[in-house]
């Protein structure tokens, strides 16, 4: 028998916890309590309340990876689940640390006396910047006695994820997942059903199968110009340049030193060459080019050419545009990226 199948049990026991019977010796950082420890019975949470909902403005697609891992086995995965989702993360610091004594399930230890306090919340150090930018929430932890340790109830108390898509990834010693505790404080949220990992193999097949809130088309075509200080953005067109010139920002931001040319633009060489999609254009103020497949070119006057409309910069005068650009003057640095 495997050591795990010591304590698992089944998930949809409410009363879910480690079982004695197994040795306890060896280090291992499951509960096993051997013969003669005594095993808490963790009672089960009233029902939470539902948290009033102010109304969330999400950033389509957007995603964030939140966890919690005391002893380090969840975070790798975690960090997984956010590069699959291309999420941002942010790991659930306690205010105060687990140390290995608190982590002991076979004594009194505080993680098995919080397990046992319905009203238990461990307080959270951190605070994820903006939640309302989030349009999906994917939450990581370790399961202690069959379900999620009590500071994850706390995240959950502390945030309103209505509205939201959320689902739960865990790591243990071989008890399944669970999250039928914490669905109820968000009975607003779409829940997708979360997985239990035992290392990262499995994780992108289990992202990539989450039906998670996709980039709205208008996001999905923007594009952020970085020049000194001052941020753009561009709305980009729909054809093979842009989605070629998106795939290379992908890869990062790219930064282009481009040159005054001819009284009506600036211009500057990538390091690539992107395929063409020219037509006899009149270009106007703020207008992005791809001239000859390897140049960038931003407009703050006319041409007509046979050349690639890449874009268009949003919300800016003439007269920004030209005093940003150094209109007539000295070359300057533009960065181009997909994320601001
Ligand atoms: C207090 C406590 C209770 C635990 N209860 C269980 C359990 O019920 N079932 C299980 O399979 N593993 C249990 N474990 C083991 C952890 O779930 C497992 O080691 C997990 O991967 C640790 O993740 P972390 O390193 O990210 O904290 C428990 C661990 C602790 C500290």
Aim: glycine residues 10%; hydrophobic residues 30%; charged residues 20%.
């Amino acid at each position: 028998m495997a050591l795990y199948e010591i304590f698992r049990e089944p998930e949809s026991t409410p009363t879910s916890r480690p079982s004695g019977g197994g040795s306890s010796s060896g280090g291992s950082s499951r509960p096993s309590g051997g013969s003669g420890t005594t095993t808490p019975t963790p009672t089960p949470d009233p029902e939470p309340e539902p948290t009033p909902t102010p109304t969330p403005t999400p950033e389509s697609g957007k995603v964030l990876v939140a966890y919690f891992s005391a002893t380090g086995t969840t975070r790798p995965v975690a960090e997984k689940v956010a590069e699959a989702a291309g999420g941002d993360l942010f790991e659930i610091v306690p205010t105060q640390p687990y140390t290995s004594a608190d982590l002991n399930y076979n004594t009194d230890c505080r993680a098995n006396a919080e397990q046992n306090d319905p009203t238990a919340r461990p307080a959270i150090q951190n605070a994820v910047e903006d939640m309302d930018r989030y349009d999906a929430v994917l939450i990581g932890y370790p399961i202690w006695w069959g379900r999620a340790p009590k500071i994850i109830h706390t995240f959950l108390e502390t945030y309103d994820l209505s509205g939201k898509t959320v689902a739960t990834f865990c790591t243990s010693g071989g008890s399944g997942h669970e999250d039928a505790t914490l669905r109820g404080y968000e009975p607003d949220a779409t829940w997708l059903e979360g997985r239990r990992f035992s290392g990262t193999s499995q994780v992108e097949e289990w992202v990539n199968g989450l039906d998670l809130p996709k980039p709205t088309d208008e996001e999905a075509n923007k594009m952020y110009l970085q020049i000194g200080d001052t941020v753009w953005t561009a709305s980009l067109e729909d054809n093979l340049s842009v989605t070629a010139f998106k795939e290379l920002l992908s890869e990062g931001p790219v930064t282009v030193n481009m040159s005054d040319y001819g009284g009506f633009e600036k211009v500057g060489g990538l390091a690539t060459t992107l395929p063409q999609s020219n037509r006899q254009i009149t270009t106007k103020p703020g207008d992005i080019i791809l001239y000859q497949g390897n140049s960038v070119t931003i407009y703050y006057g006319e041409n007509s050419w046979n050349f690639t409309l890449l874009g268009h910069v949003d919300g800016v005068t003439d007269a920004q545009l030209r005093e940003v650009l150094k209109a007539g003057g000295e070359d300057i640095l533009v960065t181009f990226s997909l994320e601001e």
